[in-house]
């Protein structure tokens, strides 16, 4: 199978694995805001963020150093696993002796036996992280898609309701979580079994160490810049606002992460073999972003205009807090998103070294911002600063990845223009029903949202679609693809001559 339709099979599989993942968790989530409070959601926010500062080091990257090797060698998955699970256990360990300091700082009572809890997926993931690197390596988007339906319709659809239905409030939660990792743990190693040998040379070990502890440690750097502002919001305004922003940010990347990760999961190992082909890498990254960014700003553009209706539809009546956190956090929706795809790309290049530099000089930046505005007291300030990093942040991979990729600043143009065109004309759309429904006051909550859903997906598919092509047509990445597959052909004008 060639690498783009390993590619497409991914996506494939990915989509499938979205659309009913998403549905469920949509479905679930209606039902848990309505049977918990705020506050417990917010505790389990604040107990993962405090395990997240240890999770990207309890692994050591191991799935990504599996998958970025050029060859396997006997003896490299027992170091794989050797240092995954010896660095697993050993922060299991210090977390079950520090939670205590975590419930004190917060003062949130139930905190530290939360993080106790919770912290039993190190060891869980320390073994599946073997599993799933290779089904990834091997490209077994199957598998992985299939893996990941039925172990979160397990944890959140059976455990997870059932235990919030009888009364167990955070407990639930809890226990949906643990069961999926579970779950989803038991089933990959099932597909994707593998001696279980911890025999090794110390060589083999040390590239673990090094690819995997570089990749954790910017990892870290991701997750402090992606969470400071649920950690502040914690400690200064307690367990329930933590609740409305952790529903926010939730809503507001749902919809896009899913999808995404679908694509980076097939791009990883797709790129990782091609990290020869220059050529064939700078294609890859302008079609992922293209795709992700079109649907990315899409989206954020009709969260933005529809998030009441969304937070009433989706949470109740008792989350209206998180409607005006939802609009601001959309904003960031699309440059994190894209950030993302171009951060994939440094990795399957090796490129560790610059993607550290510029995770750095972020972390920087939202210290700095949170520094001037958290002290201001309210969540919204603190999600503006989220927002301003993240732009910030796109724009100097804008100007890095083209440099290295040799893309030129055509291009570069070419991509923006497209994506603008579809995210405009969905939020357009949107705004346009919500104009005509304003003479129709009798009509239900449900039935609006649909409408805003169909009107926006209706703008970006056909409308703007049918605008950018236009545009997109001078892009090399098209017109490689028009070149080489007929059916895509149709969908654009004729090509330029002479690509």
């Avoid at 494939?12 to 039902?31: D, E, N, P, R, Y």
């Avoid at 700003?297 to 998180?322: P, R, Y």
């Avoid at 440059?335 to 090796?350: E, F, K, Q, R, W």
Wanted: charged share 10%; aromatic share 12%.
């Amino acid at each position: 199978m060639s690498k783009l339709k390993k590619l497409a099979s991914g996506i494939g599989w990915g989509a499938f694995s979205t659309i009913a993942v998403t549905g469920f968790q949509l479905m679930f989530m209606a039902v848990m805001a309505r049977l918990l409070e705020p506050a417990d959601f917010g505790l389990v926010a604040v107990a993962n963020v405090c395990l997240r500062f240890f999770s990207y080091f309890a692994q050591m990257g191991t799935a990504p150093a599996i998958i970025q090797k050029p060859t396997l060698e006997s003896g490299d998955i027992a170091a794989a696993l050797t240092v995954s699970l010896g660095i697993s256990l050993l922060f299991f360990i210090l977390v079950q002796a520090i939670a205590p300091v975590f419930e004190y700082f917060y003062q949130m009572p139930q905190l530290g036996n939360v993080i106790r809890a919770l912290s039993l997926n190190f060891i869980i993931g320390g073994f599946s992280a073997i599993s799933t690197g290779i089904l990834q390596r091997n490209t077994s988007f199957k598998a992985l898609a299939i893996i990941d339906v039925i172990s979160y319709v397990i944890g959140y659809g059976l455990v997870g309701l059932t235990a919030a239905y009888y009364d167990y409030e955070v407990w639930a939660l809890v226990a949906a979580f643990m069961t999926q990792m579970t779950i989803s743990a038991v089933l990959s190693y099932a597909v994707a079994r593998y001696p279980l040998s911890f025999i090794h040379t110390k060589k083999q070990r040390q590239h673990f160490f090094s690819y995997g502890g570089r990749y954790s440690f910017i990892g870290f750097l991701e997750f402090i810049s992606s969470n400071l502002d649920a950690l502040i919001i914690g400690k200064l305004l307690g367990a329930a606002p933590a609740g409305y922003y952790n529903r926010a940010m939730l809503l507001a990347n749902l919809p896009v992460q899913q999808p995404a990760n679908i694509l980076t999961k097939a791009l990883f190992p797709i790129l990782s073999s091609l990290s020869t082909q220059h050529d064939k890498q700078a294609i890859s990254f302008q079609l992922s972003t293209l795709l992700v960014g079109s649907y990315a700003f899409a989206i954020s553009a009709g969260i933005f205009i529809a998030a009441s209706d969304i937070v009433i539809v989706l949470l109740g009546d008792k989350w209206l807090e998180s409607i005006p956190l939802l609009q601001i956090l959309s904003l960031s929706v699309g440059p994190i998103y894209i950030s993302h795809v171009a951060g994939v790309t440094l990795d399957s290049m090796n490129k560790l070294q610059l993607k550290l530099r510029i995770q750095l000089s972020m972390l920087i930046v939202l210290i700095g911002l949170l520094g001037y505005l958290a002290p201001k007291g309210t969540a919204l300030t603190i999600a503006t600063a989220i927002v301003i990093t993240e732009w910030l942040r796109l724009l100097l991979l804008a100007i890095k990845i083209p440099q290295l990729l040799s893309i030129t600043f055509k291009q570069v143009i070419i991509i923006s223009c497209c994506i603008f065109i579809i995210g405009a004309c969905s939020a357009g759309m949107i705004q346009l029903v919500i104009y005509l429904l304003t003479f129709y006051n009798n009509i239900s909550i449900i039935i609006r949202l649909s409408a805003e859903i169909f009107a926006g997906g209706l703008g970006g598919l056909l409308i703007g679609f049918f605008l950018m092509r236009y545009i997109a047509i001078h892009l090399s990445a098209i017109q490689y693809l028009i070149k080489h597959s007929p059916v895509f052909s149709k969908a654009f004008p004729k090509p330029i001559q002479g690509y």
